[in-house]
């Protein structure tokens, strides 16, 4: 059974930024797990789900168009971790953020614990 | 690219059903049977309910259905139960990206 656990930072500066690493349990990235992709998915206190970015095995990404400016997702197949970067954080990146999973198209069936991201001075 | 739009709020009664909209564009919700639907109690990680518009992942009740038409996608709870009070957030992949609707908080009354 595939599990994901996560760790980070949880409280920045503005202009700081923002990393988090995600590790998978359960096979490894490019064997029994290759044909997921590999997410990362916020929610600001109180608000709604935002959709990060994702990655698969191979190290092709995706992002929101909104973020991709400051954004990286790499991933570390050895290790069956990924990881999280975003540059110059503002009081606007506070959230919890989540790694996740999927198989199909935007079917996430899998979350991590998150962890809460708190920007401020 | 914008939000799906869901209503903010929904109630409804034990017993009876609801149902969740959720729209978007030609360019996610209308172009892609990549819709899906997650149940967010506070406090903790969303959970997985529905994937490609209507399918059900293993032990989700089947009083969970999803339906899309157009630019719209639903989500419909039968035999509304009181462990069925949650946000709710549907999903839908846009190309190479994936977009989140802005959430619907369901009260059961």
């Known amino acids: 059974q595939v599990q994901l656990q996560q760790w980070g930072a949880g409280l920045l500066k503005p202009s700081e930024t923002l990393s988090l690493t995600c590790a998978v349990y359960?096979?490894?990235?490019?064997?029994?797990?290759?044909?997921?992709?590999w997410s990362w998915i916020r929610q600001p206190p109180g608000k709604g789900l935002e959709w990060i970015g994702e990655?698969?095995?191979?190290?092709?990404?995706n992002y929101n168009p909104s973020l991709k400016s400051r954004v990286t997702i790499s991933i570390d197949t050895s290790r069956n971790q990924f990881s999280l970067t975003l540059n110059s954080v503002t009081a606007a990146d506070t959230a919890m953020y989540y790694c996740?999973?999927?198989?199909?198209?935007?079917?996430?069936?899998?979350w991590g614990q998150g962890t809460l991201v708190t920007v401020s001075s | 690219q914008s939000a799906l739009t869901q209503p903010r709020s929904l109630s409804g009664s034990p017993g009876q059903s609801v149902t969740i909209s959720c729209t978007g564009t030609?360019?996610?919700?209308?172009?892609?049977?990549?819709v899906s639907w997650y149940q967010q109690h506070p406090g903790e990680a969303p959970k997985f309910m529905i994937y490609?518009?209507?399918k059900r992942p293993s032990g989700v009740p089947d009083r969970f259905s999803g339906f899309k038409s157009g630019n719209t996608a639903s989500l419909t709870i039968s035999g509304l139960q009181a462990e069925d009070e949650a946000d709710y957030y549907c999903?839908?992949?846009?190309?190479?990206?994936?977009?989140f609707g802005g959430g619907t908080k369901l009260t059961v009354l």
């Open positions: 996740a999973s999927r198989v199909v198209p935007a079917a996430v069936g899998l």
């Open positions: 359960g096979g490894p990235f490019s064997g029994s797990l290759r044909d997921y992709y």
């Open positions: 990655i698969n095995h191979s190290g092709s990404a």
């Open positions: 030609s360019s996610d919700v209308g172009s892609y049977n990549y």
């Open positions: 490609d518009v209507n």
């Open positions: 999903c839908s992949y846009a190309g190479s990206y994936v977009v």
